[in-house]
């Protein structure tokens, strides 16, 4: 585990330049991640030829965020439970696990030098316990689910979600619109052109600057998807990241006129990419001009030959209409990397769950199945597939 602000011996410069491209390894992200009480964050390392392998890990007693809940969310597929306390493999937040490497340091190399690290905590943090906790890695991407298993994890990994990239190729809007298919291209028009006329506006600013105005907006959201919309709560969940973040936390402000924000979203820029994290609409005041998408993609697609952007982060969730506006979907895993996992031998259930989700999702609509990276979801699904 690690003092404030050092991860692995490291300085958040050097640390963040192992992240890479991965923002939800960042150091600043992990420092936020780290201000939740309800589980200590840290990092496992280990030195590899004149290089460093590394990931986040977050010593876990109870998990308030839905779906970081392993226990409920493999019990719900029917699958054994591993327990619910112990080591989260990745960051707390983000719906994004890496191993990090340094250049030079082969994937296999890192994970095989990070499983016995991790192993070896795992047993620490469970001392004194009857049995060890779990140690559960989630939200894998497929490369790094493959190098674990070559490095000695036994048990298949558990599909969990679909992951939305939304390229943005130089050129920015024009040259964005000339790679969808026809139908795409002028429905996105038409949606960007009906935003304009209904007289909405979109600024951008900072989360320090704007959270006291944003959690009424948001509170809506929370109440469509059956979450808890207290105001007062909300403010002080946006109050701490903006803390937390700084000026890196940004924010798209979406109005009419001179009237109060009917939506916002807050996103983070990394490198040359545009993350996603909260998006908040007052449904009653809107007009109907796809809003979501204007303020959420398009205003970033805009602005990209400005901000050097070349991909959206979209997240999990809505995904075709997300791949209905170019997003490439991409499989994200869970994979218990216990050695005494209680996955073991459930191989074939485990397939099966795998299978099923993978074609409900390919065969949800045209869109979906073309936007998917088949070659990354298929290696752990029943051979039927």
């Not at 939740?36 to 965020?65: L, R």
């Not at 919309?229 to 979406?254: H, I, N, P, W, Y």
């Amino acid at each position: 585990m690690w003092p404030s602000g050092q991860r692995a011996g490291l300085d958040p410069a050097s640390w963040d330049a192992l992240a890479g491209s991965c923002f939800y390894s960042s150091s600043a992200w992990l420092e936020f991640c780290g201000r939740d009480p309800s589980g200590v964050v840290g990092a496992v390392h280990a030195e590899a030829g004149g290089g460093m392998a590394a990931v986040p890990v977050a010593d876990i007693g109870s998990e308030p965020m839905e779906y970081y809940r392993w226990h409920e969310l493999l019990a719900g597929y029917g699958l054994p439970a591993p327990a619910p306390a112990g080591l989260l493999v990745g960051p707390r937040r983000g719906y994004q696990t890496h191993l990090l490497a340094s250049p030079g340091v082969a994937p296999q190399q890192a994970a095989g030098l990070l499983l016995d690290r991790l192993l070896q905590l795992r047993d620490e943090v469970g001392a004194g316990l009857p049995r060890p906790g779990s140690c559960i890695a989630m939200y894998v991407t497929t490369p790094d689910v493959i190098a674990l298993r070559r490095a000695g994890v036994r048990t298949v990994p558990v599909l969990l979600d679909a992951d939305a990239w939304i390229p943005v190729p130089d050129g920015g809007w024009n040259a964005w619109l000339a790679g969808l298919p026809r139908g795409r291209r002028w429905n996105a028009r038409h949606e960007a052109k009906l935003f304009r006329e209904a007289g909405y506006t979109v600024t951008r600013t900072t989360l320090l600057e704007s959270y006291s105005m944003l959690a009424p907006v948001w509170a809506p959201n929370q109440v469509r998807y059956g979450h808890p919309a207290d105001v007062d709560v909300l403010t002080e969940k946006l109050r701490v990241q903006a803390e937390a973040m700084g000026s890196a936390a940004q924010v798209l402000l979406c109005r009419r006129g001179d009237d109060d924000p009917v939506g916002f979203c807050l996103f983070y820029q990394w490198r040359d990419t545009v993350f996603m994290r909260i998006a908040g609409f007052d449904y009653a005041r809107l007009r109907g001009v796809a809003e979501y998408f204007n303020v959420s993609c398009y205003a970033h697609v805009e602005r990209a030959p400005e901000t050097g952007i070349r991909q959206i982060h979209a997240g999990i969730k809505s995904i075709e209409a997300k791949a209905l506006r170019g997003a490439r979907l991409r499989p994200l895993w869970l994979l218990d990397l216990s050695d005494d996992s209680l996955l073991l031998g459930h191989d074939e259930a485990i397939r099966r769950h795998n299978s099923s989700r993978y074609q409900e999702l390919s065969g949800s609509s045209p869109a979906v199945h073309a936007a998917m990276d088949h070659q990354e979801w298929l290696p752990f699904c029943d051979q039927a597939s």
